[in-house]
């Protein structure tokens, strides 16, 4: 049976986060006037910050993950800022022991008597926004590509790597369909490359949430999107479960027309595979 | 026979997962042959310190002479993760293991004890979590607890955390039983792999439960061990820590 290898230090999986990061970004996103960039940057820390939490034991991190950023608008190319600028590929307790900075943020935390208190609490950050330029869509998943290429034959029994994908508009660059199913074409023994894309939009129109079928979908870009997005495996509809989001067989993991709400979630979502030993 | 005269004889094994060292194994069991008290806890591997939390709570347990009802374990949970998290604020932790240790640790937790009267010998427990006792006379299950069916394992159960904050209500979420003992009888405590396929093996596949009991009896742990992993690759046991711990009443 597909996606139920086992994630341990000998046998990691990897995360790709391929993001969009274009001159639209810019633009103000759900309530509050947050720009798309500022809010999907600050996801991708955050579940960086998660990632790393789930191999810590003790002060040690396991490196039961691989991690990539890859950001697409004026360039196409690695994200991470700071001291991992530049790198591709990076092994989970690099990323723990390396972020940009250290911010300070409020965080409530249980006061014994069943409320909440607020307490300083230290918030690593990897990645800044950036919003520049065009949508070279096809150049990102060529890069994404050429990472799997590395990186798959060294993993022949790993859970396969799961692909994240954040935009808010088409391709510049032309169709991305035929590389992107280079991509979910390429496995691991335990099954096919995960590719999930979330698109986002700054307009209220109605999003649309792991469909399993076309039949709601707006228009050609949306059926492009969905037909490059690979079918949630049982673990990762259950951490669907999880959060609320109840999702039918088959139902694809793909985003339409998300909110900031659809962007915290596809990323809770789409980095929970099981079987963490 | 005076309960006291009875004789207790008891046998163990302690595993970690598959591809670990035993040394990262977060499972743990104590005993106390004199207080005739027996128990085994089962560290949160995604919690912080839970392999030291579980020894320090069984070893405590086994110790002591009370911590057999609800109302015992909030004050004592509370001195003894008190004990566990000052060993945190002494170091300067980077900020993930700083993180973790802010929710602190936690574990599923069975104990066991027999109190001896003059007629009798009666049982009794305590357990929080899904680590679990399971009494059996005449080769019949006739106490499982906290959890007697194997569905009812893999889900989020209560556990007892280390951190003060955590500790509001616990009392209530401790299950607290008690029975007599037959000669003979036999009780076994065990974490939650192995206590799902024990559950489920008793009633699907009652040889492979005797050839573990014949092991238990021959303290036969290179046996075990291939047992153990014989029936993790035939994914009849989740791989995860193993404690068994089995008290055999003569």
Known sequence: ?277 | MKGSDWHLSVAQFLLPKAGLLASECEDATALSLRQRRFCVADGATEAYDSRRWAKLLTRYWAASNHLLTKDEFEPWLARLGNHLERRWSRKTLPWYAEEKARSGAFAAFVGLAFIPSEERLVWQAVAVGDSCLVQIREGVIVTALPISEPEAFGYHPALLPSNRQRLRGIGEQVTVASGDTAQHDTFVLLTDAIAAWYLRSTAENPLRVQELARLLDARDTPGFESFVERERADKSLRNDDVAVLRITVD
């Open chain 1, 1 to 277: 049976m597909p996606y139920t290898a086992e994630i341990s230090r000998s046998n990691p999986t990897c995360f790709i986060f391929l993001l969009d990061q274009s001159g639209s970004m810019s633009e103000g996103f759900g309530e509050g006037g947050i720009r798309k960039a500022d809010f999907v940057a600050d996801v991708v820390n955050r579940t960086l910050h998660d990632l790393v939490i789930r191999c810590t034991r003790m002060e040690e991190i396991r490196n039961y993950y691989h991690i990539s950023i890859i950001g697409y608008g004026a360039s196409v190319g690695p994200a991470f800022s700071g001291s991992l600028s530049g790198r591709a590929h990076v092994p989970v307790g690099e990323v723990a022991d390396l972020p940009a900075r250290l911010d300070s943020r409020a965080k409530k935390v249980p006061d014994g008597a069943g409320g909440l208190v607020e307490q300083q609490v230290r918030f690593p950050v990897w990645m800044d926004p950036t919003s520049n330029g065009g949508t070279p869509m096809c150049d990102a998943f060529g890069q994404v590509r050429s990472l799997l290429e590395q990186w798959l034959p060294e993993h022949r029994n790993s859970f396969p790597p799961t692909v994240l994908h954040l935009t808010d508009g088409e391709s510049t660059d032309g169709d991305p369909s035929g590389v992107a199913q280079q991509i979910i074409s390429m496995s691991t023994n335990d099954g096919p490359v995960l590719l999930f894309n979330c698109h986002v939009s700054s307009r209220h129109t109605m999003k649309i949430e792991y469909p399993g079928d076309e039949s709601r979908l707006p228009d050609d870009f949306a059926r492009t999107l969905f037909r490059i997005s690979t079918p949630l495996p049982e673990a990762f509809r259950r951490a669907a479960s999880d959060i609320g989001l109840s999702t039918a067989e088959g139902a694809r993991g793909f985003v339409f027309n998300g909110d900031p709400v659809s962007v915290a979630q596809f990323f809770e979502i789409g980095t929970r595979p099981a079987n963490l030993r």
